[in-house]
């Protein structure tokens, strides 16, 4: 276990929760301490008289009787001044906390003032989120019980995604682009999810963008050179189920990210075939139509120039580009996963092995070599039919499938923190992958070439992000202001430049993300909407101007 997880302890709480209620359990704080850092020009003078601590402020010792304040305990280091305005404040009989929060937030004396939370050891949280979808039971790949039907199976052999959607299920403002043999984009799971291009007028035949294709609305079909990314093979609509459905909606499928936006880019014929130079164009237009993510699930032995030179652009502009390994059971090189700034992903059974073989043929198997980042499940894998909205029983194999489990996880990792680079986001991926999950023979301590860093982990890979997602975030408190303080049903947040806000997230004690309404009020002022079930310690991240910008905020 990383340190990043540790980490996380400080944040989680010991808390306990389930299912959609996202219930706040009792006992999340101290209801006989709070923490309070004062400003900078505060000059309490502590005193104890009468069984009360007296500062020498009228309003603040008016709050300490109230309370009945009994102890202030600093919290020093000689060589920190900061620390040296922080204190625990102790009382006497249990309090409203919250209630006093807002009390001693009310003399204008303090920076924050803030619960005592309460913390436990990791070995005791196990949180799960099951979803309602009647197919989950199928897909061994992301809550493997140990009774998967067509294979061998252990439990826990997963990607551990049901904990990883108490963290988070994904952002709508994430676009994900699917090179591939296109999507069967009406299916009724894809419904709203299918990327939109705002800068097209739908049917009248012209380039009302200026981005070189006529009424690209969903994308681009670079085989038939049009508007309408339909698959024709069945490979594309699998792999994209598997990265992005409506999941939880009682139908069909889950999938890794509940939310983020697909970009259909048809690159593959229907014989499951194309060519590199369309591969080339499918990530330049990814890259210059929004897309944070490429998933790849192609490849060939032809290393190109070219197709290097667009991947590392890909990379240079923070668009994370995700390749598998190929099937064909030995260490030759295919790419684009070959290339330094690409994700290279192989493949794993129910059983934890390296697939091989797949179901399919007796020859296949996850490619290898030393290129590869990471596996993650890719045999046996569920999906929807390219052909229909009703049959749900097909299943595929290959690191094909195995790609969109880790493309799925890079999607939520940008849902935390937008602003993550392509070096952060593999680098989150692989020091929290699970290691030594193979054969002993092949998978050892450590990189190998048969399994990279591991099998991937996305709880223990979110938590890690919500450890490191101070990563690019600014705290831009003279230019942003948030009242009232604390907040209930409605934040609002004033830029005093008049900077509005193109999205906002609130993000609770367990790391959970709640998406939340927003409402231009006036040059520079914004109305957050808070959402029902979203109370105490909470971080609010909102993005203008592409920057990225957090403040703390107590929700009552």
């Given at each position: 276990?990383?340190?990043f997880v540790?980490c996380?302890?400080?944040?989680i709480?010991?808390?306990?929760?389930s299912g959609?209620?996202?219930?706040?359990?009792?006992?999340?704080?101290?209801?006989?301490?709070l923490l309070?850092?004062?400003t900078?020009?505060?000059?309490?003078?502590?005193?104890?008289k009468?069984g009360?601590?007296?500062?020498?402020?009228?309003?603040?010792?008016?709050v300490?009787?109230?309370y009945?304040?009994?102890?202030?305990t600093?919290?020093?280091?000689?060589?920190s001044?900061?620390?040296?305005?922080?204190?625990?404040?102790?009382?006497?009989?249990?309090?409203?906390?919250?209630?006093?929060?807002?009390?001693?937030?009310?003399?204008?004396?303090?920076?924050?003032?803030?619960?005592?939370?309460?913390v436990?050891?990791?070995?005791v949280?196990?949180?799960?989120f099951?979803?309602?979808?009647?197919?989950?039971?199928?897909?061994?790949?992301?809550?493997?019980?140990?009774?998967?039907s067509?294979?061998?199976a252990?439990?826990?052999?997963?990607?551990?995604m049901?904990?990883a959607?108490?963290?988070?299920?994904?952002?709508t403002?994430?676009?994900?682009a699917i090179?591939?043999?296109?999507?069967k984009?009406?299916h009724p799971?894809?419904n709203?999810r299918?990327?939109?291009?705002?800068g097209e007028?739908?049917?009248?035949?012209?380039d009302d963008d200026?981005?070189?294709?006529?009424?690209d609305?969903?994308?681009?079909?670079?085989?038939?050179?049009?508007n309408?990314?339909?698959?024709?093979?069945?490979?594309?609509?699998?792999?994209?189920?598997?990265?992005?459905?409506?999941s939880?909606?009682?139908?069909?499928?889950?999938?890794?990210d509940?939310k983020?936006?697909?970009?259909p880019?048809k690159?593959?014929?229907?014989?499951?075939?194309?060519?590199?130079?369309?591969?080339?164009?499918?990530?330049?237009?990814?890259?210059?139509?929004?897309a944070r993510?490429?998933?790849?699930?192609?490849?060939?032995?032809?290393?190109?120039a070219?197709?290097?030179?667009a991947v590392?652009?890909?990379?240079?502009?923070?668009?994370?580009?995700v390749?598998?390994?190929?099937?064909?059971?030995d260490?030759?090189?295919?790419?684009?996963?070959?290339?330094?700034?690409?994700?290279?992903?192989?493949?794993?059974?129910?059983?934890?092995?390296?697939s091989?073989?797949?179901f399919?043929?007796?020859?296949s198997?996850?490619?290898?070599?030393n290129?590869?980042?990471?596996?993650?499940?890719?045999?046996y894998?569920y999906g929807?039919?390219h052909?229909?909205?009703?049959?749900?029983?097909?299943?595929w194999?290959?690191?094909?499938?195995?790609?969109?489990f880790?493309?799925?996880?890079v999607?939520?990792?940008?849902?935390?923190?937008?602003?993550?680079?392509?070096?952060?986001?593999?680098?989150l991926?692989?020091?929290?992958?699970d290691?030594?999950?193979?054969?002993?023979?092949?998978d050892?301590?450590g990189?190998?070439?048969?399994?990279?860093?591991?099998?991937?982990?996305?709880m223990?890979?979110?938590?890690?992000?919500?450890?490191n997602?101070?990563?690019?975030?600014?705290e831009?408190?003279?230019?942003?202001?948030?009242?009232?303080?604390?907040a209930?049903d409605?934040?609002?947040?004033?830029?005093?430049?008049?900077?509005?806000?193109?999205?906002?997230?609130?993000?609770?004690?367990?790391?959970?993300?709640?998406e939340?309404?927003?409402?231009?009020?006036?040059?520079?002022?914004t109305?957050?909407r808070?959402?029902?079930?979203c109370?105490?310690?909470?971080?609010?991240?909102?993005?203008?101007?592409?920057a990225?910008h957090q403040?703390?905020?107590?929700?009552l």
């Amino acid at each position: 276990m990383t340190k990043f997880v540790f980490c996380f302890l400080t944040l989680i709480a010991g808390l306990l929760f389930s299912g959609m209620l996202w219930a706040q359990p009792p006992h999340q704080y101290s209801n006989k301490r709070l923490l309070a850092s004062f400003t900078d020009h505060a000059q309490p003078k502590w005193d104890l008289k009468k069984g009360t601590v007296t500062t020498g402020y009228e309003m603040l010792d008016a709050v300490n009787r109230k309370y009945k304040c009994v102890k202030a305990t600093k919290i020093a280091f000689r060589r920190s001044k900061k620390a040296l305005k922080l204190y625990v404040l102790e009382f006497r009989d249990s309090i409203n906390v919250m209630q006093a929060v807002k009390d001693y937030n009310s003399t204008k004396l303090f920076k924050y003032v803030e619960p005592d939370f309460k913390v436990r050891g990791a070995g005791v949280m196990n949180t799960q989120f099951m979803p309602n979808d009647p197919l989950f039971g199928n897909q061994w790949g992301l809550k493997n019980n140990g009774t998967f039907s067509l294979s061998p199976a252990i439990a826990g052999a997963d990607i551990h995604m049901t904990e990883a959607w108490d963290i988070t299920t994904g952002d709508t403002n994430i676009v994900v682009a699917i090179s591939d043999s296109g999507l069967k984009w009406d299916h009724p799971e894809l419904n709203g999810r299918v990327w939109r291009n705002r800068g097209e007028i739908p049917g009248n035949g012209v380039d009302d963008d200026d981005n070189g294709f006529v009424d690209d609305v969903r994308g681009w079909d670079y085989v038939n050179n049009d508007n309408n990314p339909m698959d024709d093979h069945g490979h594309g609509t699998n792999v994209t189920g598997i990265l992005g459905l409506n999941s939880n909606n009682n139908l069909g499928y889950a999938s890794v990210d509940w939310k983020c936006k697909l970009m259909p880019l048809k690159v593959l014929n229907s014989q499951n075939t194309g060519s590199n130079s369309n591969i080339i164009a499918s990530i330049y237009y990814a890259i210059d139509n929004g897309a944070r993510v490429i998933n790849m699930s192609i490849g060939g032995t032809g290393m190109s120039a070219l197709a290097r030179e667009a991947v590392d652009r890909a990379a240079a502009e923070n668009v994370i580009l995700v390749a598998c390994m190929m099937n064909v059971n030995d260490e030759v090189t295919y790419y684009p996963a070959g290339y330094e700034n690409s994700i290279a992903v192989g493949s794993t059974n129910p059983n934890d092995q390296r697939s091989a073989p797949f179901f399919w043929s007796a020859t296949s198997g996850s490619n290898y070599g030393n290129h590869i980042d990471v596996v993650a499940p890719g045999n046996y894998i569920y999906g929807l039919s390219h052909t229909s909205n009703t049959n749900f029983g097909s299943y595929w194999g290959g690191t094909s499938q195995a790609t969109p489990f880790v493309a799925g996880l890079v999607s939520l990792l940008l849902a935390q923190n937008p602003n993550r680079t392509f070096a952060d986001i593999r680098r989150l991926i692989r020091e929290n992958a699970d290691d030594q999950v193979g054969l002993p023979t092949e998978d050892t301590p450590g990189w190998d070439k048969y399994h990279g860093y591991g099998r991937i982990n996305a709880m223990r890979t979110l938590q890690a992000g919500i450890a490191n997602s101070r990563e690019n975030v600014m705290e831009s408190k003279k230019e942003w202001k948030l009242f009232p303080v604390p907040a209930k049903d409605v934040l609002l947040v004033k830029n005093l430049k008049g900077k509005m806000l193109s999205s906002c997230t609130l993000i609770d004690l367990l790391g959970r993300q709640w998406e939340a309404e927003q409402t231009p009020i006036q040059p520079g002022l914004t109305e957050i909407r808070i959402p029902k079930g979203c109370k105490g310690y909470t971080i609010i991240r909102w993005i203008s101007e592409g920057a990225v910008h957090q403040q703390p905020v107590i929700v009552l």
